[in-house]
């Protein structure tokens, strides 16, 4: 199995800024892509955006031009740079991969969640 430890929320101001970062660990032949979901009190879990091993991205329309997806290959580490923060991001934002045990094998697994809020 694979572990997807979050860190990096908090509470911040309107306006204001967070890096989230995600690092996965276990026994990873490799990953394939990964990604930022997050769900506020009473919705759906949404998406956030994603990232390929080929640094191919995708954002929801919400957080575009605000928000950036990076990744460390080296560190299986994903990033979510988020700036500009308005209330309405406040969530559980959570980290996901889509994996490979090995080269026939292919696994998808979500983080704990970690909360954002922004609110002055």
């Known amino acids: 199995q694979v572990q997807l430890v979050e860190s990096g929320g908090g509470l911040v101001q309107p306006g204001g800024s967070l890096r989230l970062s995600c690092a996965a660990s276990?026994?990873?032949?490799?990953?394939?892509?990964m990604g930022w979901y997050r769900q506020a009190p009473g919705k759906q879990r949404e998406l956030v955006a994603t990232i390929t091993s080929g640094i191919s991205t995708n954002y929801a329309d919400s957080v575009k031009g605000r928000f950036t997806i990076s990744r460390d290959n080296a560190k299986n580490t994903v990033y979510l740079q988020m700036n500009s923060l308005k209330p309405e991001d406040t969530a559980v934002y959570y980290c996901?991969?889509?994996?490979?045990?090995?080269?026939?094998?292919?696994?998808?697994?979500w983080g704990q969640g970690t909360q954002v809020t922004v609110s002055s």
């Open positions: 996901n991969a889509l994996w490979g045990k090995n080269s026939m094998t292919t696994l998808f697994n």
């Open positions: 276990g026994n990873i032949f490799s990953i394939y892509a």
